[in-house]
Nanobody, 126 residues
Framework: QVQLVESGGGLVQAGDSLRLSCAAS????????MGWFRQAPGKEREFVAG????????GYADSVKGRFTISRDNAKNTVYLQMNSLKPEDTAVYYC???????????????????WGQGTQVTVSS
């Protein structure tokens, strides 16, 4: 069993930065790829960023490329999402998730992830 707990969300102004954290329990964290997703009101959940088990490979949605950075610390069982130059359209609930396999490549589909956190709200005002 894996539990994921996100933290770090909040209300910020456009142009500000936030760092989200996702603390994981369970033995499979260090061998699993991890992803961040988000869901805005009235919209479908979408992929934001992913990182493979070692941290050597990352992937981003076009909408956040160059502004967001995903990283992980396997010693702390934690994955991070550094978000810079935030925009009002980044407002959403952000979720971290664990890839259900130990593949090394980043996958963007929701069905590829088997454990999800409860989400943390990020609100960006203009």
């Amino acid at each position: 069993q894996v539990q994921l707990v996100e933290s770090g969300g909040g209300l910020v102004q456009a142009g500000d930065s936030l760092r989200l954290s996702c603390a994981a329990s369970g033995r499979t964290f260090s061998i699993s790829a991890m992803g961040w997703f988000r869901q805005a009101p009235g919209k479908e959940r979408e992929f934001v960023a992913g990182i493979n088990w070692s941290g050597g490979s990352t992937g981003y949605a076009d909408s956040v490329k160059g502004r967001f950075t995903i990283s992980r610390d396997n010693a702390k069982n934690t994955v991070y999402l550094q978000m810079n130059s935030l925009k009002p359209e980044d407002t959403a609930v952000y979720y971290c998730a664990k890839d259900r396999s130990t593949r090394s490549r980043i996958v963007t589909t929701i069905s590829s992830y088997d454990y999800w956190g409860q989400g943390t709200q990020v609100t960006v005002s203009s």
